[in-house]
């Protein structure tokens, strides 16, 4: 039995039984090829608050995709940017508004008094806002503060040109100074936003020539995102 022992040791080591020769450990094919596992998927990351808080009031909007401020303005930027197609009380904004989601969570006040505003002067509801301008890397275009980046460089202000109903199309260019039922909405609309208390800053044709079409709300002051 103790011969049957030392030849089958002796046959172990001429056939490397598991091993190699010069003392390796012999790997087998099948185990070089075992797939890794997969990683750990990462997982999701939560909504911030802010977006959070502005899908609850209604409104239609998705991100907006995030652009490098260019080097020669430098505080130029969002953050968390959305583009706003429909207001929380349905107002359509055509086109749609690129704003910090901070302004955009005024929307509802706004919106508010839009609806207020049109109860007393028009016949019908304001359903559709055309827009001239929101998010855009430039500096203000008035004469009275040439040269300061605009609060649109922030996402911070929206500029309207036109709101509409059924049959109503109050057009600041048109009909800002008009005695009929739209200018009448016009300029009630702008002292009414003023009040309100919503907004930093309103700026209509009686401002400057600069703003002798279009009515530029702008939402209280935000750091800028540099």
């Not at 608050?49 to 609850?56: R, W």
């Not at 304001?126 to 430039?138: A, D, F, N, P, W």
């Amino acid at each position: 039995m103790r011969g049957s022992q030392v030849l089958v040791t002796a046959g172990c080591l001429l056939v490397h039984c598991g091993g190699s020769m010069d003392g390796r450990v012999a790997v087998s094919s099948a185990e070089a090829q075992e797939p890794a596992l997969p990683p750990t998927p990462t997982p999701p990351r939560a909504p911030e608050p802010c977006l959070v808080a502005l899908a609850a009031t209604g409104a239609q909007f998705e991100p907006a995709r995030l652009t490098a401020a260019p080097a020669a303005m430098p505080g130029c930027g969002m953050r968390e940017g959305v583009i706003v197609s429909r207001g929380p009380t349905g107002l359509e904004y055509r086109p749609p508004i690129e704003i910090s989601c901070v302004f955009a969570l005024t929307l509802p006040a706004i919106e508010e008094t839009v609806r207020q505003v049109a109860a007393t002067n028009l016949a019908e509801p304001i359903r559709l806002v055309r827009t001239m301008g929101s998010y855009g890397c430039r500096t203000i275009r008035s004469t009275r503060s040439p040269g300061r980046l605009s609060q649109h460089a922030l996402g911070n202000a929206i500029d309207v040109g036109i709101l509409e109903g059924a049959s109503v199309h109050a057009s600041v260019v048109r009909d800002f100074r008009a005695d009929t039922s739209e200018g009448r909405f016009l300029r009630d609309l702008a002292a009414a936003l003023r009040q309100a208390g919503s907004l930093e800053r309103v700026l209509d044709p009686e401002y400057d020539a600069a703003h002798r079409n279009h009515f530029h709300l702008e939402g209280h002051p935000l750091a800028e995102a540099n």
